[in-house]
């Protein structure tokens, strides 16, 4: 159902773990594909390039050849639609590094009172959501208009600049297809990002679980595939957790059940029950030592 589900308006399928949605995913773009779908009308949004990789590995034999959609993170398929590496390089700006942002940001922060329990990829995480306008303390949005001036005043951009700069281009590419995985750790920045590269009347295809939510320190928007639903979009659900022993899922969901604003999904554990052990570590060695010990698979 999820696979050949219509091609109109929006489609939500909320993925539980080990429950094949990478899977669902590939089959779903074969499936618009085959049925007369364009692939250079088709974006496909992943997490990490890795995804993308992958998904394009699976991807491949099945259309024996064919060319393949738009595919990767946002960040990279902005990057791709500016121009690449030849835009960067005739605007005068360089992709600029993690540490380069480090070194940057350090300089920028000393002598201000900053929480001492935070470290620096923690800050820079904090100032790259109040670039994407998430609420953060006043000082690290008074930081984003000074971070970004001076990137730019230094010839670099970062990927947050990346997606305002192909926000900003006046005729955006647009696409018939947006589909994208890990949909429920979106930011507010990367939706808007992606519903302007739609056309009209594109389809849109989130898979992802808001269970699974992990990425809220980053910015992500909160219960986005239950705010799709609530907006008319169809659902579709993929129970069986082929990765946990059905005791585990049980004890896991207990306290997932208390989460709220979400896309309530039960899981069905096709595996048997097995073994298991409730335990606290002082540390991470002491650990990895007992569950050796047990011989925990």
């Given at each position: 159902d999820a696979v050949m589900a219509p091609t109109t308006g929006a489609c939500v399928v909320v993925a539980g773990p080990g429950s094949g949605k990478t899977s669902v995913l590939v089959e779903r773009i074969a499936y618009l594909l085959g049925s007369g779908a364009a692939p250079d009308d088709m974006v496909v949004c992943t997490f990490t390039r890795a995804a993308a990789e992958e998904l394009q590995g699976r991807l491949a034999p099945k259309l024996r050849g064919g060319p393949l959609p738009?595919?990767?993170?946002?960040?990279?398929?902005?990057?791709?639609?500016?121009?690449?590496?030849?835009?960067?390089?005739?605007?005068?700006?360089?992709?600029?590094?993690?540490?380069?942002?480090?070194?940057?940001?350090?300089?920028?922060?000393?002598?201000l009172e900053l929480d001492d329990e935070?470290?620096?990829?923690?800050?820079?995480?904090?100032?790259?959501?109040?670039?994407?306008?998430?609420?953060?303390?006043?000082?690290?949005?008074?930081?984003?208009?000074?971070w970004e001036a001076q990137l730019e005043a230094l010839g670099y951009v970062d990927f947050v600049m990346l997606l305002k700069r192909?926000?900003?281009?006046?005729?955006?590419r647009k696409f018939r297809f947006a589909l994208a995985d890990e949909a429920q750790d979106l930011t507010p920045l990367q939706l808007q990002w992606l519903r302007s590269h739609c056309k009209p009347d594109a389809?849109?295809?989130?898979?992802?679980?808001?269970?699974?939510?992990?990425?809220?320190?980053?910015?992500s928007a909160q219960a986005v595939l239950a705010d799709e639903v609530d907006r008319g979009a169809a659902c579709h659900q993929l129970r069986d957790n082929w990765r946990c022993r059905r005791n585990i899922i049980e004890r896991?969901?207990?306290l997932i059940a208390h989460n709220t604003h979400r896309v309530a999904l039960p899981q069905t554990p096709p595996r048997e029950d097995g073994d298991?052990?409730?335990?606290?570590?002082?540390?991470?060695?002491?650990?990895?030592?007992?569950?050796?010990?047990?011989?925990?698979?």
């Amino acid at each position: 159902d999820a696979v050949m589900a219509p091609t109109t308006g929006a489609c939500v399928v909320v993925a539980g773990p080990g429950s094949g949605k990478t899977s669902v995913l590939v089959e779903r773009i074969a499936y618009l594909l085959g049925s007369g779908a364009a692939p250079d009308d088709m974006v496909v949004c992943t997490f990490t390039r890795a995804a993308a990789e992958e998904l394009q590995g699976r991807l491949a034999p099945k259309l024996r050849g064919g060319p393949l959609p738009y595919c990767g993170t946002m960040h990279a398929l902005a990057s791709r639609m500016l121009g690449g590496a030849q835009w960067l390089l005739k605007q005068g700006l360089t992709l600029i590094s993690e540490d380069d942002q480090l070194a940057l940001l350090n300089s920028m922060v000393a002598g201000l009172e900053l929480d001492d329990e935070l470290t620096d990829k923690e800050v820079l995480l904090l100032l790259q959501r109040a670039q994407e306008g998430a609420s953060v303390p006043a000082m690290f949005q008074l930081l984003a208009a000074e971070w970004e001036a001076q990137l730019e005043a230094l010839g670099y951009v970062d990927f947050v600049m990346l997606l305002k700069r192909s926000l900003a281009l006046p005729s955006r590419r647009k696409f018939r297809f947006a589909l994208a995985d890990e949909a429920q750790d979106l930011t507010p920045l990367q939706l808007q990002w992606l519903r302007s590269h739609c056309k009209p009347d594109a389809h849109t295809y989130l898979v992802g679980d808001d269970d699974q939510a992990v990425y809220a320190f980053r910015g992500s928007a909160q219960a986005v595939l239950a705010d799709e639903v609530d907006r008319g979009a169809a659902c579709h659900q993929l129970r069986d957790n082929w990765r946990c022993r059905r005791n585990i899922i049980e004890r896991a969901y207990q306290l997932i059940a208390h989460n709220t604003h979400r896309v309530a999904l039960p899981q069905t554990p096709p595996r048997e029950d097995g073994d298991v052990m409730v335990a606290r570590f002082s540390n991470e060695a002491e650990e990895l030592r007992t569950l050796l010990a047990a011989k925990v698979r």
